[in-house]
């Protein structure tokens, strides 16, 4: 258990440039608290004492503000930014060098017995207030936006983005997120398919996406067409001086 909070502890200087000093990790990350703590008591909830293990779960999450039900289950290098508000259920499995951030829920859909909560693979990223919801697989290396909403399974290697998520696959879908980044906001973090004004502004970044190509276009042809009359320019004044050498 110590390599494993050793290895914690280095994650946190992996994933947040702020961090200093692994002091400062063990006094002042609620994240790496919480994490030290659900270790704890996920090993007296597999020893069969439960009352225990949710006592202990409830005092770190009174201390942190980050509530993991002690029969969650957490790979390697789990590493939680900020932490406030985070939920982890009771069946949640969790990978090894996953990243979760402020707000995020590992939530159920059902208040069946089992299975219920999600399964996140190995070097998954959940953006701030996403929630994640029943019992569906994020694939490897994939990323969930700011505060989308997933009830679907993504996978590996995907972006998935908006309420309710959906996966951006179309090449349309990057160039208009790309769009929105620059702009310094995304359009899909906080809005809903059908909302007119997220239509709205779909339409304006596609429309602008469309100027800056036309606009590229024009550069290129005026680039050629000044190529073209610099070249018959040059041969127009070798004509002319051969003319005058004879």
């Known amino acids: 258990m110590l390599q494993r909070f050793r290895e914690d502890i280095a994650s946190v200087f992996d994933r947040d440039p702020a961090a200093r000093s692994t002091w400062e990790v063990v006094t002042c ?3 790496f608290h ?22 202990m779960s409830h005092l770190g999450r009174w201390f942190t503000g980050i509530e993991i039900h002690p029969g969650a289950s957490i790979g390697r290098r789990f590493f939680i930014d900020h932490g406030m508000g985070v939920v982890i259920g009771e069946t949640a499995e969790i990978g090894n060098d996953v990243t979760l951030y402020h707000g995020v ?5 059902s208040w069946n017995k089992g299975k219920r909560h999600p399964t996140l ?24 936006g700011s505060n989308a909403v997933v009830v679907k399974d993504v996978p590996a290697g995907a972006t998935a ?22 702009l310094g906001f995304s359009a899909y973090a906080v809005t809903r398919d059908d909302d007119p004004v997220s239509g709205a502004i779909q339409g304006l970044l596609d429309h602008s996406v469309e100027i800056d190509q ?17 070249a018959a320019l040059a041969a127009e004044r070798w004509g002319e001086r051969k003319v005058a050498g004879r």
């Open 121 to 144: 693979k190995d070097g998954v990223v959940i953006g701030a207030g996403a929630k994640i919801l029943g019992p569906i697989v994020i694939g490897e290396a994939a990323r969930i």
């Open 161 to 182: 983005v908006g309420i309710p998520a959906r996966v951006i696959l179309e090449e349309q879908d990057k160039v208009r997120e790309e769009k929105a980044q620059k």
């Open 105 to 109: 829920t590992l939530g159920g859909t």
């Open 34 to 55: 919480a994490l030290v703590l659900h270790r704890i008591s996920h090993w007296v909830w597999g020893h069969g004492f439960k009352w225990l293990a949710r006592f």
């Open 29 to 31: 990350y609620p994240g």
């Open 214 to 230: 036309r606009i590229a276009l024009i550069l290129k042809e005026l680039e050629t067409l000044r190529a073209d009359q610099d």
